[in-house]
Structures are given as structure tokens and as C-alpha cells.
T-cell receptor, first 113, second 113 residues
């Protein structure tokens, strides 16, 4: 079946540092890939998505590129802010699986001033 | 995107009781989903709420414990029945927009004593 593996946290950074969160997946066919963010006490927000190989999703300074050859979708941000402190979830969706989302375990990021 | 509301936002309940959670979306959608997020964990899909027919449950979840209604294309309810402390979680609904993207409600934070 489909699965998503992302690096465990917590990840602690200083403000303006570079952030990378690794995400790899296993899926049959050609899934769509997503990053969601959950701020403290809130629900999930869609951060970015990519639907085919070599697509780059971007939003709020975050980027991730759909790499089919390495089955990866790593999240990056060049200069984090305290307000980026949250839990980040990598996920995939496949039509063959009824458009259900398969989530990674989540990575908690803490940015210190 | 979609604007999704959930009621209640949080509740504290006694074991053995039941709680019904409502999910309302601002536009008609074909697919709605219910997830559980246990403390410090990722999201697990409970079921797909089907309009006009019985919900489709994932392995490990049963209708007697989590009955779901979907009377129309903008509304669904999830009931957590005969609650125990192990049911303490965040319950989130989501909707599918377009072909592959799910948007989430703010969640219902349930504590069972």
C-alpha cells in the first residue's frame, strides 16, 4: 500500500536559519504530493502541493519539488521565522486509493528568536 | 479552497456518553472525510462520508462506534459513541476540492474523563 516517511522531530532552529524537512513516499502509479501545516491549537492548512514529476510547489517562502526518481518531496525554506513554528505533515493522494490522503508522522519545528 | 466549520470546537465528556460533531462547508462537495488525530500523532482516516448512502469505514473503525451521517452535499456529522478515555483526540473533517486536494476544518478537541 501507499506510505509516507518523514524525518522525526523536533527540529529546533534559530530565526533566519535554513529549514529542510525530508519526505519520501511509496505509492503505485502517480500520486499527488502535499505539505500541510498545523499551527498550535489549529487544524491543518494546505501549505503546497505538486501533482506530477518535477513540479515545484511553493507558498509563503516554502518550496518542495516532486522527485519521482528518488520518490521524495522535501520541504525547504531559506529563512525561517518564529511564526513558522508548527507541525508539518507530508502526505500523498492517489486516485487509485479513492483520493484518500496518506500522511507521514509529522515533524515539529520550533524556531527560536 | 473551501471554508469549513466544525462544532463544537472542543468538549469534555464523561465516559460512556456520546458526542456528535458537525461539519459544515461553504459549497457543495462530492467527498467528505473524517479523521482522528490522537495526542502527538499524525492523522488517521476514520471513514469517507457518502451522500445518500452509508459511510465507508477504514480498517479498525466500525459504524457502531463512529456513526456518520451525510444528509446533503455541504454537511456531515460524526458521532463518537460510548466514549472512553482512549477516544480523547482531535477529530477533523475534510472535503475534496478539484481532483485531488483536501481542505480541513479546524478540528474538534475531545477530552474524555
Amino acid at each position: 500500500g501507499n506510505s509516507v516517511t518523514q524525518m522525526e522531530g523536533p527540529v529546533t532552529l534559530s530565526e533566519e536559519a535554513f529549514l529542510t524537512i525530508n519526505c519520501t513516499y511509496t505509492a503505485t502509479g502517480y500520486p499527488s504530493l502535499f505539505w500541510y501545516v498545523q499551527y498550535p491549537g489549529e487544524g491543518l492548512q494546505l501549505l503546497l502541493k505538486a501533482t506530477k514529476a518535477d513540479d515545484k510547489g511553493s507558498n509563503k517562502g516554502f518550496e518542495a519539488t516532486y522527485r519521482k526518481e528518488t520518490t521524495s518531496f522535501h520541504l525547504e525554506k531559506g529563512s525561517v521565522q518564529v511564526s513558522d513554528s508548527a507541525v508539518y505533515f507530508c502526505a500523498l493522494s492517489a486516485k487509485a486509493a479513492g483520493n484518500k490522503l496518506t500522511f507521514g508522522g509529522g515533524t515539529r519545528v520550533l524556531v527560536k528568536p | 479552497s473551501a471554508v469549513i466549520s466544525q462544532k463544537p470546537s472542543r468538549d469534555i465528556c464523561q465516559r460512556g456518553t456520546s458526542l456528535t460533531i458537525q461539519c459544515q462547508v461553504d459549497s457543495q462537495v462530492t467527498m467528505m472525510f473524517w479523521y482522528r488525530q490522537q495526542p502527538g500523532q499524525s492523522l488517521t482516516l476514520i471513514a469517507t462520508a457518502n451522500q445518500g448512502s452509508e459511510a465507508t469505514y477504514e480498517s479498525g473503525f466500525v459504524i457502531d462506534k463512529f456513526p456518520i451521517s451525510r444528509p446533503n452535499l455541504t454537511f456531515s456529522t460524526l458521532t463518537v459513541s460510548n466514549m472512553s478515555p482512549e477516544d480523547s483526540s482531535i477529530y477533523l473533517c475534510s472535503v475534496l476540492k478539484g481532483t485531488d486536494t483536501q481542505y480541513f476544518g479546524p478540528g474538534t478537541r475531545l477530552t474524555v474523563l
